[in-house]
């Protein structure tokens, strides 16, 4: 019934409407024309503009698995080896103790916070020094979680190496754990690269972690900036961001503001506590979503109007 002609009747034009995905349930928007927008900017531009930046813990693992059994954080996966020292896991927990009321105190500034999530880190740090470790033992725990990751997870991974998109996997926990579960899960490819904290050796012992230290509130790509990763990456302006803490919406900061960004965001803690932050910080929120879906969908998009423009492309397996 629509007489004027304008962007929305252009063939090729998708529509939310017409992306199941976006029409579930569970899947909520607070400017559904924004997220069409970006998706049409997103399609025109192809593969070759796109980058992803996630978060690991709880966005590429599951919130909530099926047989119930609870996924252990990067930082948890380290800290439940059997051969760490016996005061180790004591330590640790003293200052999870500490300091995750404070990491989660809805009423502190930020600026407070972030002095005692650098303490936190720092004594972290401490407490992973001194002694042998052999990371076989950490490789043993990490696959034991190579299953639980979200469903989709190994088609999204396939999708984003075939169209040759720079995946960065932004985590403020344990690197080692990270790219350990990631190698046994087959999904560590050459087009992904894990930014996060490292164990350190030093004369055969550990010696806590690498800089520069990767805490909660730097976990953005302005910690990057100069390094090789940022070369690679500046030039694409299409970023997709996932991440289930609300921090996580700002990892793609420190991108020029001429890009155009989509987040999501995964909510299962608290929903209707956190319904209205997540809804202003994440362009998509998912509730309870315990796959990847909706990215998916958005590559799939890309990828069809990128085959169409270019029928006869390498499908990477040349
Ligand atoms: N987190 C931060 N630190 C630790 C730690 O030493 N042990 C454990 N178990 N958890 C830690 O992925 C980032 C998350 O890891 C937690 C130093 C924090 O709660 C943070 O949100
Ligand atoms: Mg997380």
Not at 193 to 219: A, C, T
Request: proline fraction near 5%; charge should be negative.
């Amino acid at each position: 019934t629509e007489s004027n002609e304008s962007q929305e009747d252009r063939v090729g034009y998708v529509r939310i409407q017409d992306i199941p995905q976006l029409n579930q349930e569970h899947c909520r928007m607070r400017d559904p024309q924004r997220v069409e927008r970006i998706i049409n900017e997103f399609v025109c531009g192809g593969p070759e503009r796109m980058q992803i930046v996630s978060d690991f813990d709880y966005t590429i693992t599951k919130q909530r698995t099926d047989d119930g059994v609870a996924v252990p954080s990067s930082f948890g996966i380290f800290n439940s080896c059997k051969s760490l020292p016996d005061n180790f896991k004591e330590e640790i927990d003293k200052l999870f103790h500490k300091y995750h009321p404070i990491e989660i105190d809805p009423h502190m500034p930020i600026p407070d916070k972030v002095q005692y999530m650098i303490e936190w880190w720092t004594q972290s740090g401490k407490l992973a020094s001194g002694f042998a470790f052999d990371l076989a033992e950490l490789d043993q725990m990490a696959g034991q979680f190579k299953h639980a990751l979200r469903d989709g997870t190994h088609e999204l991974f396939e999708a984003l190496q075939r169209l040759q998109i720079p995946v960065l996997v932004f985590s403020a926990g344990l690197g080692n754990s990270v790219v350990s579960l990631m190698q046994q899960a087959n999904i560590m490819q050459p087009n992904v690269k894990v930014v996060s904290n490292f164990l350190r050796f030093r004369d055969g012992l550990l010696d806590g972690f690498q800089e520069p230290m990767i805490h909660i509130f730097n976990k953005n790509e302005t910690v990057l900036e100069g390094g090789e990763y940022y070369e690679l990456v500046h030039t694409r302006d299409h970023i997709i961001v996932m991440g289930d803490s609300l921090g996580d919406a700002d990892m793609a900061a420190g991108v020029p503001a001429s890009s155009h960004i989509l987040r999501i965001g995964f909510l299962f803690h608290h929903v209707e506590a956190n319904m209205e932050k997540y809804m202003n910080a994440f362009d998509i929120v998912l509730v309870d979503d315990q796959t990847m879906s909706v990215p998916q969908a958005l590559l799939a998009l890309i990828d069809n109007r990128h085959q169409m423009r270019h029928p006869h492309a390498s499908n990477g397996t040349a």
